[in-house]
C-alpha cells in the first residue's frame, strides 16, 4: 500500500496513506492549502514594501538632520573669529606659525647654521667580566660578554639619561646628546670599568647652536625651533638658506579664509549628496512583477510629494536673497556657491539636479573685502535651510509621521500574519486527518467487497 508525504507549515512532513480510489491526496492538500495562503503572500508583500518605504525614509531623514547640523555650524561664532596667517616663502627650510598677536609685515630670515647635539663614538668590545659603564654620572651595568645593544636599551630606557644610544653593526656605539646646543669642549663624560669602550679618534662633536638672522639682525638659539626672533611667531628652522633669505610674511588679523573655505566646501559636499539621495529615491520606479523582498522595497519613494517639495525648498534658499540685507551680500551666489552653470552653454546633468560648486576665489576675495556681510549673509542664509530642513526631518514632520505610520502597520501586519499562518496550520492539521480517516473508510469497504465476492464465488463452486 502507498504512502503520500505533506509538508505541514511547521516544515515537518506529514505521511498519509494513498486512498484506495488513486487519487493524489498530497497535491489536493497542497492545492487546497495555497489557495487559502493567497492572502497570507498578499499581505506579507504588503510588509516588504511598508518596510522598504520606511528605511528609505528614515535613511531621507538622516541626511536631512545632517544637512541642518551643517547650517547651524555657520552661525557658530567661532567660524569668525580673527586670527592671524603667516606664511613662507620657502617653508621646507623655514617654517612658521603664530603663537599669538604678532607684527603685521614682511621679515626676511637666514640661516647659516642649524643646531644639533653634542657626539661621541666608540668601538664596542664586550666585556671578559662585569663592567660598569658610566656617562655624565648614571651608570649602567653589564654582565661579563654583554653586547652593544644590551647597553643601547638601558641607555635609551633610562628617563634621566643625557644620551640617547645607537649601535652600529654591533661593534660601534654613539651617544648623541638629548638636547641640542652649544656645549663647547666638556661634553659627554663616558667611562667604563673593563674597558669595553674605546672611543674613535676624530669623532667627537660638539653640540652648536642655531645661528640666523631677522631682517639682519644675527641670532642664536640652542634649538631649531625659535620663539624670540619675531614677535608672536614661532619659526622652525629646517634647513640653511645658502640661496638667500626666506620671506615670513604675517597677515592683519581676521577671519581664516582657509577654515571658512573648508565649511563652505564640506557643506556643498554634503549638500550635493543629500539632493542626489533625495533625486535617487524620487526617479527609481518600482519593478512592473517584484518577485522578491529587495524588488517589493525598490521605487517606494518614486515621485513622492513631500520629498519633491522638501527639495524644491532646500534648492530655494540657495539662490533667494535673505530679507534685510544688502543686494550685494544676500544669498550664497554672492560668495561663490552656485551651480556652477557657464553662462551660455547647455546646462549639465548637475545643474539640472541643483548640485552646487563652490568658487574658492570668489570666497576669499567677499571674506576679505566683507567680512561682516559674509558672516551676517551666512547666518541669515543657514537659519532658513536649517528651518526647511527641520520642518521635513524633525519630530512631528511628514517624514518622522510617516515612518512611525508605517512602522504601526509593519507591526499590524506582523500579528495578522503570524494569526493566519497559525488558522492554516490547524486547517492543515484538519485536512490530513479527514483525508487519511476517508481513507480508512475506502480502504475497509474495499476489504468487505473482496470479502463477500469471494464467498459469493465460494458459494457458486459448491453449488455445481
Known amino acids: 500500500m502507498s504512502t503520500a508525504s505533506v509538508g505541514s507549515l511547521a516544515g515537518s512532513p506529514i505521511n498519509i496513506t494513498g486512498l484506495a480510489s488513486g487519487l493524489d491526496t498530497t497535491s489536493i492538500i497542497n492545492a487546497l492549502l495555497n489557495a487559502e495562503r493567497i492572502p497570507i503572500t498578499q499581505l506579507t508583500h504588503q510588509q516588504e514594501k511598508l518596510q522598504g518605504q520606511a528605511t528609505a525614509l528614515a535613511s531621507m531623514q538622516s541626511s536631512m538632520r545632517a544637512l541642518s547640523f551643517a547650517a547651524f555650524e555657520f552661525r557658530l561664532g567661532t ?12 617653508p621646507l627650510r623655514v617654517s612658521a606659525a603664530t603663537t599669538s598677536g604678532a607684527g603685521v609685515g614682511g621679515y626676511e630670515v637666514e640661516v647659516t647654521q642649524l643646531a644639533n647635539s653634542a657626539q661621541r663614538t666608540f668601538t664596542f668590545t664586550p666585556p671578559a667580566g662585569e663592567d660598569t ?86 641670532g642664536t638659539a640652542a634649538g631649531n625651533t625659535v620663539t624670540n626672533a619675531i614677535a608672536g611667531v614661532t619659526l622652525t628652522l629646517n634647513g640653511l638658506t645658502a640661496s638667500g633669505p626666506v620671506t615670513i610674511t604675517v597677515q592683519p588679523p581676521g ?13 556643498v559636499t554634503l549638500y550635493n549628496s543629500t539632493v542626489e539621495a533625495v533625486q535617487k529615491q524620487l526617479t527609481t520606479r518600482p519593478p512592473t512583477n517584484p518577485q522578491n523582498a529587495e524588488e517589493l522595497a525598490t521605487g517606494t519613494l518614486f515621485g513622492d510629494t513631500s520629498l519633491s517639495s522638501a527639495l524644491s525648498r532646500m534648492r530655494q534658499t540657495m539662490y533667494e536673497p535673505i530679507t534685510g540685507l544688502p543686494a550685494e551680500m544676500s544669498s550664497p551666489f554672492d560668495i561663490g556657491v552656485s551651480t556652477g552653470a557657464p553662462t551660455g552653454a547647455s546646462p549639465t546633468q548637475a545643474t539640472l ?16 573685502s566683507n567680512p561682516d ?34 512602522e504601526g502597520q509593519i507591526s499590524e501586519l506582523k500579528v495578522r500574519i503570524n494569526s493566519m499562518n497559525e488558522i492554516l496550520a490547524v486547517r492543515q492539521k484538519a485536512l490530513v486527518a479527514t483525508y487519511a480517516k476517508l481513507e480508512g473508510i475506502i480502504n475497509k469497504n474495499s476489504a468487505q467487497s473482496s470479502w463477500l465476492t469471494q464467498q459469493t464465488e465460494s458459494l457458486s463452486k459448491l453449488s455445481h
Request: charged fraction near 20%.
Open 79 to 90: 567660524l569668525f573669529e580673527n586670527s592671524q596667517a603667516v606664511s613662507s616663502s620657502e
Open 133 to 218: 659603564v658610566t656617562i655624565d654620572g648614571s651608570e649602567y651595568t653589564l654582565k661579563a660578554g654583554g653586547g652593544a645593544k644590551e647597553l643601547a636599551s638601558k641607555i635609551n630606557a633610562d628617563s634621566k639619561a643625557t644620551v640617547y644610544a645607537a649601535v652600529l653593526n654591533n661593534e660601534t656605539i654613539v651617544f648623541s646628546s638629548r638636547t641640542t646646543g652649544a656645549t663647547g669642549g666638556e661634553f659627554i663624560n663616558v667611562s667604563d670599568t673593563a674597558g669595553a669602550l674605546s672611543e674613535k679618534a676624530g669623532t667627537a662633536k660638539e653640540g652648536r647652536d642655531a645661528e640666523f638672522s631677522v631682517d639682519g639682525v644675527h
Open 255 to 267: 577671519p581664516s579664509v582657509s577654515a571658512i573655505e573648508a565649511q563652505v566646501q564640506s557643506f
Open 353 to 368: 539636479q541643483g548640485l552646487l560648486k563652490l568658487d574658492p576665489a570668489k570666497l576669499a576675495n567677499a571674506i576679505q
Open 373 to 406: 556681510g559674509v558672516k551676517e549673509m551666512l547666518k541669515g542664509w543657514s537659519k532658513n535651510l536649517e528651518e526647511v530642513t527641520n520642518n521635513v526631518a524633525n519630530a512631528g514632520g511628514p517624514l518622522a509621521s510617516r515612518i512611525t505610520s508605517d
